[in-house]
């Protein structure tokens, strides 16, 4: 019966193509929303490597400043280093606050980042993301050090820049090998290795990150316009007016503000979900204009076929048999659409588009639209294959 169900609709191809066609993109559009879902969802659960929670971010703009004394073009004025030194203690004179480090502007949540390829000997990394952070980042952070140290006073007499690394930059780089007390480049002296850090936030792949320390004794290159800092739990909205009171008595030029980074993970939770719910928009009109179009499909080809209908009761078909094959029909034609928008979308996995998507998470994502596909279609014909059950042989026959 099913073979000769396969044999029917492929004869009937031509007629059946544009449903096929409907069943194809439909599936498609499933399938990329499924594995953007799953891809989210697998991320989501593995650790974030840092809190968020009580972290507050003090963004500073010096380029207004007017006299000429404060250049934004030459950070190492000593007007600048001095000035910034002065904020980070008066943060710290707050009851509130209970660390405070200079950091670039690729902080947790920021929505930015420097990427960049070091070039090695034996090749290239992958691509990797440069941070600069003060002695305290760790603790303001809860990052966790899962070999050497962090940053500290010890690194001021050392002849190399201190670099701490990230596990999959660890991996990149040194392998199984020890990592600790390497020198990269002949550049940076390896002092540390943190866990997972994963600073584009819960939904991305943890990249390579390479830490270099900021000192605002002596940092060379740009200057760090933020501040990370940790709060008391409980701290209320009263401290943040406070602390730019009191910020700008020092340095009464400059513009600054202060942000939650649990706002910051809102504002990130908000900017992923979007695309999301645009692709479910489009994928919902897809999928009930495929079901509208086959349920009228169906109803029409119910219609032209009454005749032969009617035949097969006559000739002992009862009304299940009758319902089954209508409704048989449907998830054949089901299939070979399908089959074709299974071949497009295992194309990713095998090209490896996406190559951060674990296989496993296409996997899931073609199961679960083929069932969602099935599920459709056989809701769609439950009603017409009924319709043609009731059938009557005499009255479809007299019809004919």
Not at 40 to 57: D, I, Q, R
Not at 168 to 180: H, L, Q, S, T
Not at 280 to 297: M, Q
């Amino acid at each position: 019966m099913i073979k000769h169900m396969f044999k029917l609709i492929w004869n009937r191809k031509r007629s059946s193509f544009l449903m096929m066609l409907e069943i194809t993109l439909s599936f498609i559009v499933l399938f990329a929303i499924g594995s953007m879902i799953l891809y989210a969802t697998n991320n989501y659960t593995k650790p974030l490597g840092f809190s968020y929670k009580n972290v507050y971010v003090l963004r500073m703009d010096w380029n207004n400043v007017m006299g000429g004394h404060i250049d934004a073009d030459t950070p190492s004025d000593s007007l600048l280093r001095e000035t910034l030194m002065v904020l980070e203690r008066e943060m710290l004179s707050f009851d509130e606050v209970e660390c405070v480090t200079p950091t670039s502007e690729g902080f947790p949540y920021s929505l930015t980042n420097i990427m960049g390829n070091l070039s090695t000997e034996v090749g290239r990394t992958p691509t990797m993301f440069p941070y600069d952070c003060g002695d305290d980042y760790d603790r303001v952070l809860g990052l966790t050090v899962s070999e050497g140290r962090w940053f500290g006073p010890e690194d001021d007499a050392s002849t190399l820049a201190p670099l701490v690394i990230n596990r999959p930059m660890r991996e990149a780089m040194f392998g199984d090998g020890p990592a600790v007390g390497e020198t990269m480049l002949g550049e940076w002296n390896v002092v540390g290795v943190i866990d997972t850090y994963r600073f584009y936030g819960e939904i991305e792949e943890p990249g390579p990150a390479m830490f270099f320390r900021e000192n605002l004794n002596k940092f060379g290159g740009r200057a760090p316009r933020q501040f990370l800092f940790s709060v008391r739990p409980g701290t209320g909205i009263d401290f943040e007016e406070r602390l730019i009171d009191r910020l700008h008595k020092v340095a009464p030029g400059w513009t600054m503000g202060v942000e939650r980074m649990e706002d910051l993970r809102e504002f990130y939770f908000s900017t992923k979900r979007l695309p999301i719910i645009i692709f479910g928009v489009v994928a919902g009109f897809l999928i009930i204009n495929v079901a509208l179009g086959l349920f009228g499909v169906l109803w029409y080809s119910i219609n032209r076929r009454r005749g032969e209908i009617g035949l097969r009761r006559a000739i002992g078909a009862n009304s299940p048999q009758v319902s089954l094959q209508i409704l048989g029909e449907a998830l054949v034609a089901t299939t070979f659409g399908l089959a074709l928008g299974i071949f497009f979308a295992i194309q990713a996995p095998l090209l490896g588009l996406f190559g951060a998507v674990e296989t496993s998470v296409y996997a899931i994502a073609i199961l679960c639209s083929v069932l969602v596909i099935y599920l459709i279609v056989a809701v769609c014909a439950l009603y017409p294959s009924r319709l043609a059950a009731r059938i009557h042989p005499a009255v479809a026959l007299h019809n004919e």
